[in-house]
């Protein structure tokens, strides 16, 4: 974590508006370069609010994905800080108290939650959930227990939503694969790809009705048949799973050399319909 936490840090991350903002103009407020974390860090870019996300750990990334695979989410902001948490008067006793300053600095802790996410309400509201994103084994730690119970009655006060999610509520799989098409969402480094999209659309989802044929197969086809580079095929089936044009079995592995017919492919049309991957909450 961050080597000394004291009030020049603080201030510095206040001025910089660190913490602060909704949507694409949000700043996380601990960023990738200020953690020498044991895990691994990722700066990744966002298309549900077009701009850069800091992730600080492989658990956090495979959240990410399903988050931003979420029709129903409209804002993710990573390492939210609970900036009036001290200006709350939350009720804590005697062995909470020396949670809430640091023991070298005594300056106070800024406690964040791995999320805060904003999703669509039944009546179109917007609501909030705070979750917290830790290996199990970290929960076995009595510190770690002591911190997240501040930060519960803190959201309990707020009355927000507050969950912690651990691997076990997390299905890899399918965050690998939704980051795997995610890749491809954006193909304006495609010219080839964007001159001819609709006509190479209706083509692939023609391909893929024969069940019998691979991936690869299909994929090939397409770039001979309009003289496109080897691997475009490939980027179009991505493209179209992460713009929901296409829906398929996203909890299996892919293998490209398997035939269609294993991933119950089916074509969703124009701006995909609801084919939403549920979150682990």
Same mark, same amino acid.
């Given at each position: 974590?961050?080597? %000394? !936490?004291? %009030?020049?840090?603080?201030?510095r991350?206040? #001025?910089?508006?660190?913490?602060?903002g909704? $949507? #694409?103009?949000?700043?996380? !407020? +601990?960023?990738?370069?200020?953690?020498?974390?044991?895990?691994?860090s990722?700066?990744?870019f966002?298309?549900?609010?077009?701009?850069?996300?800091?992730?600080?750990?492989? @658990?956090?990334?495979?959240?990410?994905?399903?988050?931003?695979?979420?029709?129903?989410?409209?804002?993710?902001?990573?390492q939210?800080? +609970?900036l009036?948490?001290?200006?709350?008067?939350?009720?804590?006793?005697?062995?909470?108290? &020396?949670?809430?300053?640091? &023991?070298?600095?005594?300056?106070?802790?800024?406690?964040?939650?791995?999320? @805060?996410v904003?999703?669509?309400?039944?009546?179109?509201?917007?609501?909030?959930?705070?979750?917290?994103?830790?290996?199990?084994? /970290?929960? =076995?730690?009595?510190?770690?227990?002591?911190?997240? /119970?501040?930060?519960?009655?803190?959201? %309990?006060?707020?009355?927000?939503?507050?969950?912690?999610?651990? %691997?076990?509520?997390?299905?890899?799989?399918?965050?690998?694969?939704?980051?795997?098409?995610?890749?491809?969402?954006?193909?304006?480094?495609?010219?080839?790809?964007?001159?001819?999209?609709?006509?190479?659309?209706?083509?692939?989802?023609?391909?893929? &009705?024969?069940?019998?044929?691979?991936?690869?197969?299909?994929?090939?086809?397409?770039?001979? =048949?309009?003289?496109?580079? =080897?691997?475009?095929?490939?980027?179009?089936? #991505?493209?179209?799973?992460?713009?929901? /044009?296409?829906?398929?079995?996203l909890?299996?592995?892919?293998?490209?050399?398997? /035939?269609?017919?294993?991933?119950?492919?089916?074509?969703?049309?124009?701006?995909?319909?609801?084919? $939403?991957?549920?979150?682990?909450?």
């Amino acid at each position: 974590m961050i080597r %000394e !936490w004291n %009030e020049t840090t603080i201030n510095r991350f206040l #001025k910089e508006k660190r913490g602060q903002g909704t $949507g #694409k103009d949000y700043k996380s !407020w +601990l960023q990738v370069q200020d953690i020498a974390s044991k895990g691994r860090s990722t700066r990744i870019f966002g298309h549900t609010t077009q701009r850069v996300y800091h992730l600080l750990s492989d @658990l956090q990334l495979y959240y990410f994905y399903l988050l931003e695979f979420d029709d129903n989410v409209t804002d993710i902001r990573e390492q939210y800080p +609970l900036l009036d948490f001290h200006d709350m008067n939350i009720q804590v006793d005697d062995e909470l108290t &020396t949670k809430l300053f640091d &023991t070298k600095t005594q300056v106070p802790h800024i406690f964040t939650v791995s999320f @805060l996410v904003t999703r669509k309400g039944i009546n179109g509201e917007p609501y909030y959930q705070a979750r917290i994103i830790k290996q199990s084994q /970290e929960l =076995e730690k009595n510190a770690t227990l002591q911190r997240l /119970e501040l930060q519960r009655r803190y959201f %309990e006060k707020k009355g927000i939503e507050f969950g912690i999610v651990t %691997e076990k509520e997390i299905n890899r799989q399918l965050a690998r694969n939704i980051g795997w098409a995610l890749n491809s969402y954006d193909i304006q480094d495609y010219p080839s790809l964007i001159v001819n999209l609709p006509h190479l659309k209706r083509e692939m989802v023609q391909y893929l &009705t024969n069940k019998d044929h691979t991936f690869q197969t299909i994929f090939h086809r397409l770039e001979r =048949e309009y003289n496109l580079d =080897e691997g475009l095929g490939l980027i179009l089936f #991505k493209h179209l799973i992460a713009n929901k /044009e296409i829906s398929m079995n996203l909890n299996k592995k892919i293998y490209l050399n398997n /035939e269609v017919e294993n991933y119950q492919v089916e074509f969703t049309g124009e701006n995909g319909g609801d084919v $939403g991957y549920a979150v682990g909450n």
